[in-house]
């Protein structure tokens, strides 16, 4: 494996750096916010979700590819839940969830989760590639609950964002402006190649690098939480150097697997 085919790495690993990063800045802006930890959580699970999806892709071992993906819709329930969440809480720094949220929904969004580790969604790896990698995979009953808990909570959470868009006045309306621009970008991002491209041409090499196709609307949802707000220079300081270390590290690990393999 050369320099040019660990460049996936490359983006994968600087677009966590830069999700995280941006997701510490935010939460260390006002600590006490529900909005900036909910933005916080939001953005360490689709760290942690980028990582085993983009691992599930590049071991060899099928019994663990199995467990991986299983892994990964088991994060992506509470990936959908954080972005419900923050739909709910944002821009606001101060939020009472109702009794309905802690006792129906939590649970309901829990118990998914769980399910989707065991062989009620996923049950076996029917067929491996001749690379090695799992082909197809046999579905059990629970799929249909993890898909619909998923799309309930996405499609929730966009409605809430363009209700609260419509009613919102002055900074907050620049506020979902912002927001809305990120989603748009990374809804179009998600389509074209992770629907579109496996779907209808056979192409699913672009699925590992999903943690591309959810920064923008890290980026500009950030954005939009510290709009208008006064930056603590220090904050900004040691975000910047940590992201440049991360990248350094990153090219590091990198260019030694490329020299090292040419």
């Known amino acids: 494996m050369g320099i040019l085919s660990n460049l996936d790495l490359l983006s994968v690993g600087m677009t966590i750096a830069g999700i995280g990063i941006l997701g510490f800045v935010v939460y260390f802006n006002n600590t006490k916010s529900i909005t900036n930890k909910t933005f916080l959580l939001f953005a360490l699970i689709t760290i942690v979700w980028s990582v085993a999806n983009y691992a599930y892709y590049q071991v060899e071992s099928v019994t663990l590819a199995f467990w991986l993906i299983r892994f990964v819709i088991f994060l992506?329930?509470?990936?959908a839940f954080s972005f419900f969440q923050l739909a709910r809480v944002f821009p606001k720094s101060e939020f009472k969830f109702s009794d309905n949220y802690k006792w129906i929904l939590l649970p309901i969004v829990a118990i998914t989760s769980i399910i989707n580790l065991t062989p009620l969604v996923f049950k076996r790896a029917v067929e491996v590639s001749p690379s090695g990698g799992i082909a197809e995979i046999e579905n059990g009953l629970a799929i249909v609950l993890f898909g619909t808990v998923i799309m309930a909570l996405i499609i929730s959470g966009v409605v809430v964002l363009i209700r609260k868009s419509i009613k919102a006045t002055g900074v907050e309306k620049s506020q979902f402006g912002f927001v809305a621009l990120g989603t748009f970008f990374t809804f179009v991002l998600i389509?074209?190649?992770?629907?579109?491209l496996?779907?209808?041409?056979?192409?699913?090499?672009f699925i590992p690098l999903s943690a591309l196709f959810i920064f923008p609307f890290v980026l500009f949802t950030s954005y939009a939480i510290l709009k208008h707000k006064l930056f603590d220079i220090k904050?900004?300081?040691?975000?910047?150097?940590?992201?440049v270390l991360s990248i350094v590290t990153f090219l590091e690990v990198i260019f030694s697997k490329g020299f090292d393999q040419i």
């Open 76 to 79: 992506g329930v509470w990936h």
């Open 191 to 196: 389509v074209t190649f992770n629907f579109i």
């Open 198 to 205: 496996p779907s209808f041409f056979d192409n699913s090499k």
């Open 235 to 243: 904050v900004v300081a040691t975000a910047t150097l940590a992201f």
